[in-house]
């Protein structure tokens, strides 16, 4: 995955197994943010028009269904309010969940967008940064497919880079400081990226996104 390319829209069909990168149709609406590569759009419901508030920061999250079982397509099937509670003993408590994220990262670095980044996600549930209040407001929620003992992987640290410089491009108020973890927001409640998160390797690829900025995790 090359990174520092050329932003060009794309878009992967999401029926069948084998589908084919192409431009995006300029015929459907365009997507706010742009990437190098192709990603696959999923338009979930779990979603509230537009934003309260201007965007000016990123909260990252970890999830995997079940949990420590990756590839399963349960993630998607969550954000898309199609997840059968039946299919696993760990998913009835998720049963009539409505939760979502801009973006989920899969383990071969894959990136997958639910809902546009001018509209606010519901990723954050309750949540504070610096005294405000409701982090969904004015945030973009990003996925990285794990769990708290497995190491992300290499594709997944180069996707992330390559979102995260067209989020900080595209919302220049998202300064290096302000690219957080969801235990950051709900200390006490959430866990998530979790341990095996680098979060020096954050660091060193938003200095790389922002050279003259040297404020950092």
């Known amino acids: 995955m090359a990174l520092g390319s050329a932003a060009v829209c794309y878009t992967l069909s999401t ?5 084919k990168a192409q431009v995006y149709d300029d015929r459907k609406p365009m997507p706010t943010l742009c990437l ?3 990603v696959r759009y999923w338009s979930s419901p779990h979603f509230s028009p ?3 508030c201007p965007v000016d920061m990123v909260v990252i999250h970890a999830i995997s269904l079940p949990p420590g079982v990756f590839a399963t397509g349960h993630i ?3 954000f898309m309010g199609k997840l059968d509670a039946r299919a696993h003993p760990s998913f009835a408590e998720l049963k009539g969940l409505r939760v979502s994220a801009h973006f989920l ?3 071969d670095g894959s990136i997958n967008q ?3 980044t001018e509209d606010t ?4 549930g309750v949540s504070e940064f610096q005294g405000r209040q409701g982090c969904n407001d004015f945030s973009v929620g990003v996925e990285l497919e794990g769990d708290q003992q497995t190491p992300f992987a290499e594709p997944q640290y180069q996707a992330l880079e390559l979102l995260l410089r067209a989020l900080m491009e595209t919302y220049p108020a998202i300064t290096p400081d302000r690219v957080v973890g ?3 927001v709900a200390p006490g409640r959430k866990w998530d990226p979790g341990p095996k998160f680098d979060w020096g390797r954050l660091a060193r690829m938003l200095r790389r996104i922002r050279p003259a900025t040297r404020e950092g995790i």
């Not at 029926?15 to 589908?19: E, R, T």
Request: avoid cysteine; aromatic fraction near 8%; charge should be neutral.
């Open 114 to 116: 639910f809902v546009d």
């Open 15 to 19: 029926v069948g197994s084998a589908s």
């Open 121 to 124: 996600a519901w990723h954050a």
């Open 76 to 78: 998607v099937e969550l």
């Open 50 to 52: 537009g934003r309260r």
């Open 36 to 38: 190098p590569v192709p």
């Open 182 to 184: 969801h235990s950051h």
């Open 105 to 107: 990262i899969e383990r």
